[in-house]
C-alpha cells in the first residue's frame, strides 16, 4: 500500500517561512492535495494538484512536487496559519491516502 | 454557497449500526462524486470511501477496514448522501465527514475533497 509521510511537528517565527514536507515513492508522479485543520474545526482545502490555490486562499500558500518529496510552502507565517496540515493524494491500489499531519507552530 | 451538513451521529454499542446522513445545497448535487472522511480522536484522517455520480455510473469504492461493514448511497431527489454503518468496532469511533470530490486527469489521475462539511461524531463503545 501506498505510504504517505509527514513530519510531525514544524515551527516557524512570525513572518518567516514554513516549509511542510510530503514523503512518498515517486509522488512527484501524483497529484498532490494539502488541507489545513484548525483545532475543533473541519478541514479545509489550501492546495489542490501539486501547487493551485482554491479561491479565498492567501497567495502565501504554495506547493511544490519533485522526486519523492511535494513540499507545502507558507509564506510571511501569521499566528493564524497554526494549525495541523494532512497532504494526500490518490493511489491506483490503496485508493485516497492522507499523510500522518504536521502540527505548524507559530513562534 | 455550498454547504453539507452531516447528521445521525450518536453512541451506538459495538455490533451495532449507525447511519449518518449529509444534507447538500448550493450546488448541483446529482452531478457530484461525494465521499466521506473520518478522523479519531486526535488522530489523523482517513478516507472511509465514496460515490460516482449516477451519470459516471453510482459505483462505490471503499477504505479496506470499512469494506464490508459500510454502504455508501445517495439521494438525488433530496439532496442527500448516506453512510450506513453496520457491525461497528470501537475502533470507528470518530467524528465523519461529509465531503464533495473533485477528480480528472492531469499528467495522473487526480482526487482531492474541496468541500467539507463540519462532520457528526460516532461512539462506538459498550
Known amino acids: 500500500s501506498y505510504e504517505l509521510t509527514q513530519p510531525l511537528s514544524v515551527s516557524v517565527a512570525l513572518g518567516q517561512t514554513a516549509r511542510i514536507t510530503c514523503g512518498g515513492n515517486?509522488?512527484?508522479?501524483?497529484?498532490v492535495h494539502w488541507y489545513q485543520q484548525k483545532p475543533g474545526q473541519a478541514p479545509v482545502l489550501v492546495i489542490y494538484r501539486d501547487s493551485n490555490r482554491p479561491s479565498g486562499i492567501p497567495e502565501r500558500f504554495s506547493g511544490s512536487n519533485s522526486g519523492n518529496t511535494a513540499t507545502l510552502t507558507i509564506s510571511r507565517a501569521q499566528a493564524g496559519d497554526e494549525a495541523d496540515y494532512y497532504c494526500q493524494v490518490w493511489d491506483s491500489s490503496t485508493a485516497s491516502v492522507f499523510g500522518g499531519g504536521t502540527k505548524l507552530t507559530v513562534l | 454557497e455550498v454547504q453539507l451538513v452531516e447528521s445521525g451521529g450518536g453512541l451506538v454499542k459495538p455490533g451495532g449500526s449507525l447511519r449518518l446522513s449529509c444534507a447538500a445545497s448550493?450546488?448541483?448535487?446529482?452531478?457530484?462524486?461525494m465521499s466521506w472522511v473520518r478522523q479519531a480522536p486526535g488522530k489523523g484522517l482517513e478516507w472511509v470511501g465514496r460515490i460516482k455520480s449516477k451519470t459516471d455510473g453510482g459505483t462505490t469504492d471503499y477504505a479496506a477496514p470499512v469494506k464490508g461493514r459500510f454502504t455508501i448511497s445517495r439521494d438525488d431527489s433530496k439532496n442527500t448522501l448516506y453512510l450506513q454503518m453496520n457491525s461497528l468496532k470501537t475502533e470507528d469511533t470518530a467524528v465523519y465527514y461529509c465531503?464533495?470530490?473533485?477528480?480528472?486527469?492531469?499528467?495522473?489521475?487526480?482526487?482531492?475533497?474541496?468541500?467539507w462539511g463540519k462532520g457528526t461524531t460516532v461512539t462506538v463503545s459498550s
Open positions: 515517486n509522488i512527484g508522479s501524483k497529484n
Open positions: 448550493g450546488f448541483t448535487f446529482s452531478n457530484a462524486w
Open positions: 465531503t464533495t470530490v473533485r477528480q480528472g486527469v492531469r499528467f495522473n489521475y487526480y482526487y482531492y475533497m474541496d468541500v
